[in-house]
T-cell receptor, first 110, second 114 residues
Framework: DAKTTQPPSMDCAEGRAANLPCNHS???????VYWYRQIHSQGPQYIIH???NNETNEMASLIITEDRKSSTLILPHATLRDTAVYYC???????????FGTGTRLQVTL | DVKVTQSSRYLVKRTGEKVFLECVQD?????MFWYRQDPGLGLRLIYF???????EKGDIPEGYSVSREKKERFSLILESASTNQTSMYLC?????????????FGPGTRLTVT
């Protein structure tokens, strides 16, 4: 499974859009991009995933570049409850194994 | 909603004790997983199971074993607990196949071995 690179931390003002980048330059054609987040003292929570098209659900939007070497998770109106560690993961899903890196710690402030 | 529950949120055990961590999911998922999480190391997969009585080693299986006698229950066993097994343990489950890539996690068990 491809390796991902994320910034260790980011800040965002409440009400603003939070844009979390992820580089996955070695991604292969059958690998999906997955995003999870982990709020302090809780288990990780699935957010969204995509293959090559942009995706949106009630939690977030996922923008994947045309060459698929990077992606951005967008929280359109960040709230204090969105403060968490966000993990970007790429994998084929065939073995159902996820490899979590150390993620991006997003701090949403007033 | 998918629910994954773990038997304890906090557990304190002594070195050498046998420790059982239990995980139950209520969504009829085929796959179940055990991870441990340590500061600076992220989540690391210990074992996973894709069916009853089936198991596969993850990235750090040493010192652990697992049991899956029923579809909804996946147990992690520390045969002889050691201080380096002090950690947060997370259980997860997922469907198998194209539609089941998302994993659902329990709240975690923080184990301290003294």
């Amino acid at each position: 499974d491809a390796k991902t690179t994320q910034p260790p931390s980011m800040d965002c003002a409440e009400g603003r859009a939070a844009n979390l980048p992820c580089n996955h330059s070695t991604i292969s054609g059958n690998e999906y991009v997955y995003w999870y987040r982990q709020i302090h003292s809780q288990g990780p929570q699935y957010i969204i995933h995509g293959l090559k098209n942009n995706e949106t659900n009630e939690m977030a939007s996922l923008i994947i570049t045309e060459d698929r070497k990077s992606s951005t998770l967008i929280l359109p109106h960040a709230t204090l409850r969105d403060t968490a560690v966000y993990y970007c993961i790429v994998y084929t899903g065939t073995a159902s194994k996820l490899t979590f890196g150390t993620g991006t710690r997003l701090q949403v402030t007033l | 909603d998918v629910k994954v529950t773990q038997s304890s949120r906090y557990l304190v055990k002594r070195t050498g004790e046998k420790v059982f961590l239990e995980c139950v999911q209520d969504m009829d998922h085929e796959n179940m997983f055990w991870y441990r999480q340590d500061p600076g190391l992220g989540l690391r997969l210990i074992y996973f199971s894709y069916d009853v009585k089936m198991k596969e080693k993850g990235d750090i299986p040493e010192g652990y074993s697992v049991s899956r006698e029923k579809k909804e229950r996946f147990s992690l066993i520390l045969e002889s607990a050691s201080t380096n097994q002090t950690s947060m343990y997370l259980c997860a489950s997922s469907l198998r196949g194209v539609k089941g890539y998302e994993q659902y996690f329990g709240p975690g068990t923080r184990l301290t071995v003294t």
